[in-house]
């Protein structure tokens, strides 16, 4: 009975034990390599969001703006390829091709306009970021009760509309009774046509919006300065360190990743000009145009004056894709020399 028992059992054992080289496990479907990857990637994704239901929950309002207003409209850009007629819709017109952007490249405009969007974009960033670290180091330095003050008096110009500033322009520059004109003449000079000749407009430009800017920049790193821990300065001044080699050595640097991070968003936004500025302040002079016009306010006109959609729609797409590409270019050249800097 035992050696039945001790066969029945061998036999068992022979057809359970595993040949050699093989586990004994079931038999798994052979998948591949990237199929496993992908899915690995997936629940990680999925448990990711899962972990932190409630942040995207906050952020949904913002996703759906971006979704309506950002992303669904891009659909229009394929009016930049065609002849678009009112009467036949977007998809209903005639297809063009590039010819909107060869009839767009084959004029002095186009050098033109691109060159006024870029050298005064370059101005505008040089310029006011220079200006806007100068007033945040200087604030940090004055008194706690008057620092409202300035913070307040710097900020205002942010909020008014550049409507209101060109009124404000127009009584500086008008030629019959503008303050400028009128010191002019206290002193025995002439008056200048400020909206008659092209040469002073962009040292105006570049003026109103340094003095329309600069509050909201100083405000960003004023803040930056605030966050610097204390103690660095602390150890500078029992080291005998001058005001000016604190900011030199510790804000300076510190903020660097702070003003690279504003600068990379800026050169994306160097082939957007500031449409409010560059119409309203010159008061849409047409002999200005040399010296003021920007991709924008040519865009405006195009689509006012001619009434030609499609070539503003393929004004408005180059303009886009160049702001894309500046910022890829501005971020890999900032990862190049310092990967901590970067975006991403």
Known sequence: MLNKVSLAGDA?????????????????????????????????????????????????????????????????????????????????????????????????????????????????????????????????????????????????PHFLSWVLVGYVAYAFLNHADGLINRTLQAFGMDPVSWYQNAAPWPVILILVHLWKAVGFNTLIYFAGILGINGEYYEAARIDGATKWQMARKITIPLLSPLVIILLILSIGNMFRGDFGLHYFIPNNSGFLYGSTDIIDTYVYRALREIGNVSMSAATGFYQSVVGFVLVLLANGIVRKINPDHSLW
């Open 12 to 156: 068992e054992n022979r057809r359970v034990a595993p040949e050699p080289g093989q586990t004994g496990l079931l038999p798994t479907p052979d998948v591949p390599p990237k199929q496993r990857k992908q899915k690995s990637i997936i629940r990680k994704e999925l448990r990711h969001f899962r972990n932190n239901r409630e942040l995207f929950l906050l952020s949904l309002p913002g996703i759906l703006y971006k979704l309506i207003f950002a992303y669904i409209p891009m659909v229009g850009l394929i009016i930049a390829f065609k002849n678009y007629r009112y009467d036949l819709g977007i998809f209903g017109s005639k297809w063009v091709g590039l010819d909107n952007f060869r009839y767009l490249f084959s004029t002095d405009t186009a050098w033109r306009i691109t060159r006024n969007t870029v050298l005064y974009n370059a101005a505008y960033i040089l310029v006011t970021t220079v200006a806007a670290l100068l007033l945040a180091i200087l604030m940090n330095e004055i008194k706690q009760k008057w620092s409202k003050f300035y913070q307040t008096a710097l900020f205002l």
